[in-house]
């Protein structure tokens, strides 16, 4: 009887457990991007959301301060909200962008809680879903498309 003191693995095992790896990954991969641009999409609603309850509360503090204050957009990346002795901003996560669709970046919101002059901002990830904000002149609202 021979013996064999052989160890390790044969050529054609190891291109057997190869190949089962780049058949799992490559099953994979396509689940996982779809994962994370569906995952994206979400946080893009929820980061409007969050952008309109921002403004409504900067309104607000505005109305019941009775001082004039602004909303601007801050490098693409955030939203900023001030008054007489105030300041508060929302920056945006990471990979998203905000664009204003109108010249001017910056809306004076006045002493009673009205922005003056109507605006469309736009928010995109980095998979390329994009919303829209509109604000609206006048009213105490803010929607988003």
Known sequence: MCKSNSKGFTLIECVLVIFILITIMSISYPVISGYNK????????????????????????????????????LNNKSVFISGNGFGKEYKL????????????LSRKISYEGFINEGCTWEIADKYGNKKQIVILVSTGYAEIK
């Open 93 to 104: 996560p990471e990979g998203f962008t905000i664009t204003s669709l109108s010249s001017n």
């Open 38 to 73: 569906m995952n994206s999409k979400k946080l893009l609603d929820i980061t409007c959301e969050n952008i309109i309850y921002f403004i409504n509360t900067g309104k607000m503090y505005v109305k019941n301060s009775k001082v004039d204050g602004k909303l601007i957009v």
